[in-house]
């Protein structure tokens, strides 16, 4: 029996919101074949994609008003998974029901709680604000059944160490490398930060102040167990107070990462990069777009390489848990807050933290 | 472990007459990797298609006279599956062979008995007598190495209640759903007739009767375990006779499937749609047959998508046995008459039918 | 657990020395990821292609010097295999490395070790010598990722009887088959010597000797275990004393084959033909490679389509051990002498040859 690797109980994103319509559209999360659709009220709808009576995928018929009418003998589900029509039948079977999952819509995403739905408390939806399209402005993107653990892009986010190397040129140098860092966490964030002051910019970031000189460079990044990790980064000028809170002689940008594991060794990637600088500035949302995604060389495109390398890797030779380096605190954290979650689920008493 | 899904003891269609030539021809039936060619009288010959010395698929060598030469080595084997020579050797191991399965062409197909030959009674083979090319007109087609257990095709063609979604608009209506049907069975056949009286007949059916009116619509499905199934359907006008056996104001057709599991998840569908009117129209002939097979979305490309769809639902949600309807009970008896073959081969004491 | 199908402490060819330049390469062999490259002073360098910090595949990071710098987070190690830098620390963990494995240069191929280091004697490299560019001449090629186990192409390369069968019409014909063979061995090796007296040449050497007349025809094929096959072959006008050792009235060919396995299942071949007639002729040396491997039905290619079929059929079919025949005897000493070093590998007494 292999080791779980994600916690069920939780909220995960399953989807941007404009991607769901009042039409099905299947998805797999946590392993769970999943169909979506929104109902006539706006409200979306998550059914096991599989019909009670002979499994075929509900995603492959067609909705009835709210209701899902099964592809292959006619079967009717309604949005809470209830059969409510059998062909040739009268009497319907009680029993006859697939698993409806709660769902709900917040920060322009449908996040989805594969678990136990008395648990699924509104409340433990991550905070993503950022995301919201107000104050912060990006455009996004998803990579889905991108082929790695979804743990890999957590490690890989929480230290920018890799930025010199797997993003030399652009975000990265040996400034990121050299900087020290600090760690902090509560029961269910962990929150690394790194200052690197008096520094010249990095390519990317001296176009995006516009101005000349040394800077205060900042990368803040928070991650919300299990699956969100949120970097608040930029610049400003050397003296003008950044690292005591004034950043308004700096630009600020903020990465967004929230991951669903589709699958043990799979999983969909929705990502985004927003920022408060030149909110207006449609062509400079889309460059930025491009530069993450773009002709197969884009920054997370870097990273996809890297990260479905290492989960080949590790498929072929087992051993674990990694070698750790001093770099790696902000990853272990995070690991260590999911952990926390799959051992409570099993009914196991997580470690302690406070005997580490 | 895993179950049996398909007896061993039983004739399957290996091949349409027209396909097997003086030549090899390698195909796999319930698991067995075999080389069928037609010898120089005209028989069906059927090896097992590796080599006794290296393994290497005979299929792979050619034919000399009757004999297959294997590509490697040159060993000889005659149609009985023993072997004829082996190079640089005077004496040749009298163990030195192959299996030879039991073959034989009837109705235009090939039959193989892939179990023990000892069995092998051609008065098993299934009628399958529409097929012949005389009385019934039709051309036909395959599907070969379709991804689904050959025993979802049988659940399908037992139970027509999924012409109305499926097959919606052509010959699928709400007349099949809503009208009552009867289950009949013996040893080895499982029989579902539906009659719909005085209906407006679905277009395919208008179509092909000529005349304006209602009529009283047919469907008798016979399932012959544990790999044929026939139904013969059509239409009449209503008032004329047909439910008491005058089809004479009426048109006739039947839909054949013979189906060879290749593996547990795959199979061989060799269907036909076969018919007793217009039958010197070839244009019909052709066109029917594209109305089943044709652009990807013939009347049997959509029964493919869904049945593929279903066994990958299947194997990812290992719930079985299905949950079942009323209407699946021809499928359901059909599923028995399997069961009991292969508790028969397993030495086990079939179920009883009357405790049912 | 799956038996071992090769011997871990051994030379196994990895590379042509001309695909190995100051850049990193990956390979697997035996099962063991490696990235290569040549150092600064010409020596090849081959290490455990995976970090030792979070096994990305060191092959996608660059060189710096004759160090490797890992592309995720930029641990430097060296041609040792040693860990010189770890990000942000300035202690290096002494344990952090990975495997180095000794590699040697010899014969225009690059030698690797896959086993104990300690055990890694550059005298037990094999004669290769024909592939040195000197005396004899020729260009090769390598079957990359060959789909079956290794071992299937040394029975292949054993027994020329397949000559007559696999390639009839350019170098095979009756004669091969016909002839007698002789089969020796010592610790090591093994090797079948066969003489074809007084024969009419086939095609291919008719044209290489370019003289009319009867031939003698000789095949003296040697193993090396566990890897590599070289096969001296020509032929020599009748009567001028070629079984005594006088060639000078013929031609002499060799064909080299050096083949490390990948994984169990598949293995790279690095094959030559090699000649010392007509040496200077480079269109030859072309068309020689060519009738090896050209349009997808050159000699080496008609013996990759039998492999891997049979290689197949091998996985559907676990009848093991192979039924053998008289010509299967050269192939079995090879076989013996594999299974010896595998059995010493695993600390089992090898079986006793005298018994046999």
């Known amino acids: 029996m292999t080791e779980a690797t994600f916690p069920l109980n939780a909220w995960y994103p399953a989807a941007w919101s404009h991607e769901i319509r009042h039409e099905l559209a299947a998805r797999t999360i ?94 433990k939806i991550p905070d993503y604000h950022w995301n919201d399209g107000t104050e912060w402005v990006g455009e996004g993107g998803t990579f ?15 230290d920018l160490t890799h930025e010199s ?20 966490h509560t029961d269910r964030t962990a929150t690394l930060t790194r200052w690197m002051i008096d520094i010249e910019p990095p390519p990317f970031w001296a176009k995006a102040l516009g101005r000349p000189g040394h800077v205060d460079r900042w990368q803040i990044i928070t991650f919300q167990a299990p699956c969100v990790v949120v970097g608040d980064v930029g610049v400003a000028l050397t003296g003008t107070g950044a690292p005591k809170g004034d950043r308004s002689q700096g630009v600020n940008g903020a990465f967004l990462a929230a991951i669903a594991p589709e699958t043990e ?3 969909h990637y929705f990502w985004n990069f927003v920022r408060t600088f030149k909110t207006d500035d449609a062509e400079l949302t889309g460059a930025l777009n491009r530069a993450h995604v773009g002709d197969g060389n884009g920054l997370y495109e870097q990273d996809k390489t890297v990260l479905e390398a290492q989960q080949k890797a590790i498929d072929r030779n087992p051993r ?28 196991v008493r997580p470690p302690s933290v406070a005997a580490e």
Chains 1, 2, 3 share one sequence.
């Not at 889905?144 to 890989?156: F, H």
């Open 320 to 347: 674990m848990p990694f070698y750790t380096l001093n770099i790696d605190a902000g990853a272990l954290w995070a690991r260590r807050l999911i952990d926390r979650m799959l051992a409570s689920e099993q009914g």
């Open 165 to 184: 190397y797997v993003h030399a040129g652009s975000i990265g140098d040996d400034h990121v490398t050299a900087a020290p860092f600090d760690v902090t």
């Open 144 to 158: 889905y059944s991108l082929k790695c653990d979804y743990r890999l892009i957590i490690d890989n986010l929480m």
């Open 30 to 123: 946590c392993d769970r074949d999943v169909v979506l659709y929104r109902r006539q009220d706006g409200q979306v709808a998550a059914l096991e994609d599989a019909c009670w009576h002979r499994l075929l995928p509900l995603s492959l018929g067609h909705l009835r008003g709210d209701e899902v009418v099964c592809g292959y003998h006619g079967l009717v589900f309604n949005a809470a998974g209830r059969c409510t029509y059998m062909p040739a039948q009268k009497t319907i079977n009680p029993s006859a029901c697939v698993r409806a999952y709660p769902a709900i819509e917040k920060h322009r995403m449908v996040w989805l709680w594969p678990g136990d739905p008395a648990l699924a408390d509104p409340a």
């Open 265 to 267: 060794k799979t999983c």
